[in-house]
């Protein structure tokens, strides 16, 4: 049996793999590697993250 650690960032745009012990998570379940994303970019521009273009 395998344990998922990590897992990509639910923001479609988003390129990042978050840990899921430091993932941002929403009421919807899903896992964001930002605040930026996890509010769907309504007042935050993109993660912050170097190569991400989200």
Known sequence: MTTVTQMKCACP???CVVSLEEAIIK???KYYCSDGCAEGH???KGCGHNGCGC
Do not use: P
């Open 42 to 44: 309504k007042t935050i």
């Open 13 to 15: 745009n988003c390129l």
């Open 27 to 29: 009421k919807d379940g």
